[in-house]
């Protein structure tokens, strides 16, 4: 096991990289402070892995309430939210019951935002269960449900006590799920780390024959950036906006055809390559360096044809991203392979990746 | 007017009190970054004062959208709030656009919690427009909305960027919720100002008049008290709990008859002579200090007679309180006049005070 430490200004959090974890109550009981957790994650993974952590908690004498939320991107809803604050409420809860997410993405967000929101905040620990989840969602303290209008619309930023990553839970995950979260590792070395992306050549079939070695040296360089990048800016007003390369064009995917059509990975990956394909347009890459970001995500088992969703759905999906500032799109740009920068981009130029060679021929 | 600073470890707001600020867009504009405001108010403030302000903001080349929510505690859930967040993104409201609450302490509390988490937050302004929101809900950051099994049981800590208390709009409030406001400024003479509450008993009559130098100064010396408990506490680790004088019996009477029969400020006043009455036992208030309780509250136009709930609903009913801690109820209770404590009462002193003399008889 490695743990990384996340520090910001008002606190202080260890995140838990490797084996054989779950089990392991001693890594979360100095973060409960009161003897009553709920445990909360969905249909697909309580049955997998909800008893043992609950086992290995009661066996120190806390009170586990397990809360088994429908499972899929389609009900990171207020509704579902509400189960959450139902049950909480039912079983007396108090502001001081730790809240812990046991899921991927979707179980974190909504799992972070009820503990946000719970009592003006109850603590929270996330345990991620997917790769998406493990190198991502769980780190950073965004949380969010969707609206009709817009993904991830409605939340907070709110820090977990502790993240505890457990590569063992990877092994049920399916194919797709552990391409889609491949993307977003793919997405620390685009935007930051170009000898990581060279690693990730070398090993992308470890990985996707789920090596627990190099998923866990993946987890950890990929947790370690985005702890570096949240450190230096926890509320997104600057560098951290940079995490959100290929989430502008994604988003609209994901919207475009309806949230959980294209899983949320898919998606930025399709959208890394459309602004892949911006940068060049704009003059920053090359053709190779194109080619070279199509190729790793055809590597990782990922689309790279993004839906003809027509210009200006794309342009009006696009406007209601949360960096659009003074009704001007902004967009994460590759500045070189490994560097990106923030920026805005002429009518033109995103008419013609919007209906270029990336975009799906009806 | 007069201008109250409160400080916090992140931020820090002005808070302005007088008369004739409504129109005083100068006062609002350096708190509003970007030239689009939602201004959001309800079904019986916005006839009255929404198109002043409409008109001043719009003067100084602002956009400005109006949302208009049903009026009551009724309203304060998640359905209301979510008409603000529809309107928001129909409107293509970004992060920056600055929610404005126009209206009382449900309008404030909804709004606050609104712009804490559209997009993860955006800037937000409180003109509060009735007594109990200038001298309470408006200042401290607490935001909210109610679930059926508890009251504010949902919500966040979300500082306003500025406050703007105007003493020209309570013309238009009506008595009852005059006496409600008036509750919670005796609160701060019971908790923390025995001279304020001399004052109190001498000017209550100017007081109810709406005599505007008489409620400027309790305004501010309300304010004043709440930003100074505040500032030592933000997040109510500690003292900040001591402003819930009177709303641990209160919340149990306004969820009990059902959230809107009682106003909060009357559940608060008629729980706040049952912590006395509690006090009395415990030892600490003399018989004529609950007198004194009870006289103010009478003067102030405030029931003092609680409903009878029965026993087992008061206690099911508190049990839901935030303050509780490892399953037992914890009150505030006066230690002596003017000075309160934080403190667990013997379940047959709660019997007493929840079948005696304050409790109506059916
Ligand atoms: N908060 C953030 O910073 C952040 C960052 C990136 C993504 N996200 C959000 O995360 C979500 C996507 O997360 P995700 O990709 O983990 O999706 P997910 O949570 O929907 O999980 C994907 C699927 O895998 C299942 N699953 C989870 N763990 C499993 C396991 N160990 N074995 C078998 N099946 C398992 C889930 O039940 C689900 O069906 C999106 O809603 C996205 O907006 C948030
Ligand atoms: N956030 C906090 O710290 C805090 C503190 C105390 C109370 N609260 C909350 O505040 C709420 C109570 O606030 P309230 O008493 O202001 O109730 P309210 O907002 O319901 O207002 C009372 C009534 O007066 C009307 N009104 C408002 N201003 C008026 C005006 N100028 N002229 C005529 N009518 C007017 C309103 O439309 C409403 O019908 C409760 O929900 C309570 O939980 C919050
Ligand atoms: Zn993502
Ligand atoms: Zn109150």
Redesign the interface.
């Known amino acids: 096991m490695i743990t990384l430490d996340l520090t910001l200004?008002?606190t202080r959090y260890p995140i838990h990289i490797g084996q054989q974890l779950l089990g392991r109550a001693d890594l979360l009981l100095p973060h409960i402070k009161?003897k009553k957790v709920a445990l909360i994650s969905n249909t697909t993974v309580a049955p997998l892995y909800l008893a043992n952590l609950r086992q290995a908690l009661e066996n120190q004498g806390i009170n586990v309430i397990p809360i088994v939320l429908p499972d899929g991107e389609d009900f990171k809803t207020?509704e579902t939210l509400?189960q959450i604050?139902?049950a909480l409420?039912?079983h007396?809860c108090?502001?001081?019951t730790t809240l812990i997410a046991l899921g991927g993405g979707v179980i974190g967000d909504m799992v972070g935002f009820a503990a946000?929101?719970?009592?003006?905040?109850a603590p929270f620990i996330q345990i991620p269960t997917t790769l998406l989840a493990q190198v991502d969602s769980s780190v950073g303290g965004?949380t969010?449900i969707n609206?009709p209008?817009?993904k991830n619309?409605?939340?907070?930023?709110y820090q977990p006590r502790v993240v505890v990553a457990d590569m063992d839970l990877l092994d049920s995950l399916p194919e797709r799920e552990l391409s889609a979260g491949l993307a977003e590792v793919i997405k620390y070395g685009l935007l930051g780390n170009l000898a990581f992306l060279g690693w990730l050549e070398q090993n992308m079939e470890a990985l996707r024959a789920k090596d627990k070695q190099a998923l866990s040296y993946a987890v950890q360089t990929s947790c370690a950036m985005k702890a570096d990048i949240v450190s230096q800016d926890e509320?997104?007003h600057g560098v951290r906006a940079l995490l959100n390369l290929g989430h502008t064009f994604g988003h609209a995917i994901e919207a475009g055809l309806g949230f959980g059509t294209w899983l949320h990975g898919e998606a930025v990956g399709a959208g890394m390559l459309l602004a892949a394909e911006t940068s060049r347009l704009l003059g920053n890459l090359s053709e190779a360096d194109v080619q070279r970001v199509k190729a790793i995500l055809e590597q990782a088992g990922l689309p790279t044809i993004s839906p003809d969703l027509g210009v200006a759905t794309w342009l009006e999906l696009m406007?209601?991203d949360?960096k659009?500032?003074?009704?001007e799109i902004r967009f994460v740009l590759l500045q070189t392979l490994g560097q990106a920068q923030v920026a805005t981009v002429p009518q033109d130029v995103l008419q013609q990746v919007l209906t270029g060679r990336f975009i799906s021929k009806a």
């Not at 946000?116 to 905040?121: K, N, T």
């Not at 659009?324 to 009704?327: H, K, Q």
């Open positions: 200004p008002d009161h207020w509400n604050f139902d409420l039912q007396r108090e502001r001081n946000a929101c719970y009592q003006r905040g965004k969010a609206h209008l817009g619309m409605i939340g907070v930023f509320k997104e406007s209601h949360k659009v500032s003074d009704g």
